[in-house]
Structure formats: structure tokens, C-alpha cells
């Protein structure tokens, strides 16, 4: 029982490590790569207190050196499906039933070893797994994570001391946050460690059960992740850990009555899909599930006329570029008025011929390889089309190769009108498509801009008039969950810009705040009487 109202310690975002030559972050760093590299590990599944083998094992790779293998994932079937749901339910009642502050200590715990002993060896298999680069791999799997672990501690405690503000003489009113009746499904993407550690864990934070499965390319993370949560404390069952194709995990989570939610990231046609299948079953269910999804986005940054060069340059090439592009909130369309842009040609091309290419293990590669085959095709395809398309131009880039690892040049397409195909899809590459328009029609660039694209995640406006900013502030309200000015469209920070879009992007639930986090609680209100009625009759009616 608790003998006091207990603060948890106030978050802080971890600070980020340069990996600068000659410090001791980046020795641990590249020793971590080098071990990663000479060792072949095999990854089990985790249900309940069982690491679960098959006879399945499918290869990981590097995507920028796909002859290398770094290990083995066992891959399941339905049945490790059902095996981790009866997991996550057997050990339901005993999480839900521990102090809030005691689950608070393993998620706190874990984010220290996060920032601390497994730093180097969360950043290495993120960078070897998922092919980034040691600064982004440091703001993700480092710093992102131990920050969402941080914070979500604290906006629990929030959540929690949430009260009636009224109780009248008599009575006394509670609100208590109960888990979901059931347990979560989470379901993560390949391109943030960080994500992949979140999503599970703020449902589990608040009391909830969980089956996890993560993208078959981020496994090599997801693996470390689960070591972490496990050196910290967590209880057997409370995330169960599994590795099954899409299909198999659907059959099986989407029809048990015990299903209480989904926390998604991924792409917008699988959950379209998801959202679907769940309403076919709802009849199945015990209570209405909760839908929590993250999903693409067609992200824009807007330059004025009053902009500056240099910074609207700097913000375009790093927002494009950065990991490749294959960040939900990486520019991919960029609008620029034409009396800037000969000047910001310029600079784009002279800063994108300045990037180095190549394996992470290389600090000095800005771009390394995009996440496999299958996205290396289709860009490959969309830039092929464009060189033989004469309504566009590509300007920088265009190139490609996958005999090695998986490279797409960085590319900038010219297109001569705002409705070019590569600045409606989304591409989630290194391939930004710019529009120049007439500087007089800034106001019809802000119509276009929102009805481009079903997405609405990220977007920025780059601009010195103020009058201007406000314009494109109210005109984009609806354009974009996250909203940027005077600065790229990438790098929402936990506990600064909570992050999360609407319309094709995803339901906003805002991953990062406390607005997450009440997606995974059911409130109960409680009254208690002290002076309760003992006569059903009220004095008005009593005679005159």
C-alpha cells in the first residue's frame, strides 16, 4: 500500500551526443558496430516468460550490404499468435492490480538503460539494421526513446491526479483511469527504434497488456528493445513479442472478443484496411476497441518570397534528405516563388553534390540505403518515369544502384505543374519534387497546397513577412498536424511538438503527450455518500 503521494523524477530531453572524432561516445559506438558485425545472433520471439525458437529462420541483413547477414529472426504462425494473446491475459490481472509508481520505476529504469549500457548497442543495431546514420540513429533510438519512456511517466501522473473539481458536503467524487477490459495489439514501422519502443510501452504504462509485432526490417532493433524492457523489470506477458506475417496476426487479434485496441504506424492503406476488419467483427468484441494510428504523409514546406535563402535551403535539404526521406514527416513537396528560385537551385544542388553516400559504419556518409528491394523498385520506377517524362526535369541526382546495398541517389524533380504525380503520392524516399510559382500568387499556392494531397502530417512555411506566416498558418490549419515555420518539417521532439496528423495522416492522437496516453485508459467515476437519504420523498412534496 502506498504510504505517500509519490513525484516521479521531472523529464528532460536526453541530450544528444555528437559522435564527434576523439570522444568516448564515438569509440563505444563504432566498437558496438564492429561486435554487431562479427557476430551472427538468432532472435527468438518473447511469450510470456518463454524465448520461443522455430524452425523457420529468415536472414537479416543490412540494407546497405545486403550480402552480409547480421542474424536470424524465428518467424511464427497463428498459433505463436493465440499462444502470446493467453499470455498477455494470464498476466492481466496482476499488472493491472500493481501501483501505478511501481510500474512507473521499470518504464524510468528503462529509459537509464537506454540513455546509459545499451546506448551504443540500441544505436548500432539501429543503424546496421535499418541503415541510418549515427546522428540519426542517436536522436531516434537514444534520445527519442528514452524521452518518450520519461515523459509518458510523467503524463501519467497527470492523467492520474485528474479529479472532479467538486465534491459538495456529503459526498466525495473519484475518477479512476482503469486499463482497457482486454489487451493491445501493437503494430510498428521500420523507421523509428524509438516508435517501435513506444508504442507498446505507453499502453503498457498505463496498466494495459500487450501483443507486439514489429516490421520484419526493424526486428534486429526490436530485439534490443525487449532485452532492455526485460533487464528493467517488466513482468513476463505484459508485451509479448512476436514475429508473423501481417495476415496471420490479423486472422488471429481481429477476431478474439478480448481485443481492446490498436496503437499503429505504418502505412495509411493498411490501416484503412485494419479500421475495416475491425468494424466487419465489432460484433465479437467486449468493448469497442481503441483505434490509434499514425500513418503517411505528403509533407510540403512553403517558401515566401520574403524568405531566406540560405535558411529555406537549409530546411529543404535536410527536411527532404535526412534518413533518406523515409521519415512520415520528410519533406517531398516543395513550393518556391520564382524570383528565389535561381538562387535556391543553386545552393540545393551545391549542398546535395556535398553529400557522401554509402554503409553507416562510414560516419563521414550523410545518405545511406534505403530499407529494401521493394522500395528501392518502386523508386527506381517513379524516378525512370520521370526522366522520360517532358513536363518535368530532374535536377539533382537520379541515379541509383542495388548490386551492394539498396542506394537512391538523392533527387530533385522539376515539375512544370502542381499536380505531377510524384507531388500527390507518397513516395517515402530520398525524391523531393519542387513547384516554382508566379510570386503574386502566394494566396493560390495555399489552395493548392492543401488540396494537393489526401495527407495532412507535417508541413512548413519558411518566411521573414509576418503577415505572410499568418496567412499560411490559418489557410494550412487543416494541412498538417505538426506545423513548422521557419524551419524543416522533420524532428518533433517528445515534450516539445507532440506529434501526429489528420485527414490520410492518422487519427492525431499525438504520440509523445497526454493525449496518447488517455487513448488506453476506460474511466470510472465513483461517488460516495457520507450522509445518504433515508426517505425516497423530496420536501416539495409535502402538502401546503
Request: with cysteine.
Amino acid at each position: 500500500m502506498s504510504k505517500g503521494f509519490f513525484k516521479v523524477p521531472t523529464p528532460v530531453n536526453e541530450p544528444v551526443l555528437s559522435y564527434a572524432p576523439g570522444t568516448s561516445e564515438r569509440k563505444l559506438l563504432k566498437k558496438a558496430l564492429k561486435d554487431a558485425l562479427e557476430t551472427e545472433i538468432e532472435i527468438p520471439m518473447y511469450i510470456g516468460g518463454k524465448t520461443v525458437k522455430t524452425d523457420k529462420k529468415v536472414a537479416l541483413k543490412p540494407p546497405h550490404d545486403h550480402q552480409h547477414v547480421l542474424g536470424y529472426f524465428h518467424e511464427g504462425e497463428k498459433s505463436h499468435v493465440e499462444d502470446a494473446i493467453n499470455a498477455a491475459l494470464a498476466a492481466k490481472a496482476d499488472w493491472e492490480n500493481l501501483p501505478w509508481y511501481e510500474r512507473a520505476s521499470i518504464f524510468l529504469r528503462a529509459a537509464d538503460l537506454v540513455s546509459g549500457p545499451y546506448r551504443a548497442k540500441i544505436n548500432a543495431a539501429t543503424m546496421l539494421g535499418q541503415s541510418k546514420n549515427a546522428y540519426q540513429a542517436e536522436i531516434d533510438s537514444a534520445c527519442e526513446f528514452a524521452d518518450f519512456l520519461r515523459f509518458n511517466v510523467q503524463y501519467m501522473t497527470e492523467i492520474y491526479a485528474q479529479q472532479p473539481p467538486v465534491s459538495p458536503k456529503g459526498v466525495w467524487n473519484k475518477l479512476e483511469q482503469r486499463p482497457l477490459e482486454g489487451f493491445v495489439f501493437a503494430l510498428t514501422p521500420f523507421n523509428f527504434t524509438a516508435i517501435a519502443g513506444n508504442l507498446p510501452s505507453s499502453a503498457a504504462m498505463m496498466g494495459n497488456v500487450v501483443v507486439w509485432k514489429p516490421a520484419n526490417t526493424q526486428i534486429y532493433a526490436a530485439n534490443v528493445i525487449m532485452q532492455i524492457f526485460k533487464e528493467a523489470g517488466l513482468p513476463d506477458g505484459v508485451i509479448n513479442l512476436v514475429y508473423v506475417s501481417g495476415p496471420d496476426a490479423g486472422e488471429v487479434i481481429f477476431k478474439h472478443p478480448d481485443f481492446a485496441g490498436i496503437h499503429f504506424t505504418g502505412s495509411t492503406a493498411v490501416f484503412q484496411d485494419i479500421w475495416k476488419t475491425i468494424g466487419n467483427n465489432i460484433h465479437r468484441y467486449k468493448s469497442y476497441p481503441r483505434i490509434v494510428g499514425e500513418t503517411g504523409g505528403k509533407d510540403f514546406i512553403l517558401v515566401h518570397p520574403s524568405a531566406d535563402v540560405e535558411i529555406s535551403n537549409t530546411a529543404i535539404v535536410r527536411g527532404a534528405f535526412e534518413y533518406q526521406g523515409q521519415k512520415c514527416s520528410a519533406a517531398s513537396r516543395v513550393y518556391i516563388p520564382k524570383s528565389l528560385w535561381p538562387q535556391l537551385k543553386e545552393l540545393m544542388i551545391r549542398d546535395i553534390k556535398s553529400f557522401k553516400m554509402g554503409g553507416v559504419e562510414d560516419f563521414t556518409n550523410f545518405i545511406n540505403a534505403v530499407i529494401d528491394e521493394k522500395s528501392f523498385d518502386k523508386l527506381a520506377k517513379y524516378i525512370d518515369d520521370a526522366k522520360g517524362d517532358k513536363s518535368v526535369e530532374i535536377i539533382a541526382g537520379g541515379n541509383y544502384d542495388k548490386s551492394k546495398g539498396y542506394f537512391i541517389e538523392p533527387t530533385v524533380i522539376l515539375a512544370s505543374k502542381p499536380d505531377y504525380v510524384t507531388m500527390c503520392e507518397e513516395l517515402f524516399g530520398p525524391v523531393l519534387t519542387v513547384f516554382v510559382y508566379d510570386d503574386e500568387k502566394f494566396d493560390e499556392i495555399l489552395t493548392t497546397i492543401d488540396e494537393t494531397s489526401i495527407y495532412a502530417l507535417t508541413g512548413a512555411v519558411i518566411a521573414q513577412d509576418r503577415y505572410a506566416i499568418d496567412k499560411a498558418s490559418k489557410a494550412l490549419k487543416n494541412s498538417a498536424g505538426n506545423f513548422y515555420v521557419n524551419d524543416k518539417c522533420t524532428g518533433a521532439v517528445v515534450g516539445q511538438q507532440p506529434f501526429g496528423g489528420a485527414r490520410g495522416s492518422g487519427t492525431n492522437d499525438k504520440a509523445g503527450s497526454m493525449i496518447n496516453l488517455l487513448r488506453w485508459v476506460s474511466p470510472r467515476t465513483i461517488k460516495e455518500a457520507f450522509d445518504s437519504p433515508k426517505d425516497y420523498r423530496y420536501p416539495f412534496m409535502q402538502e401546503d
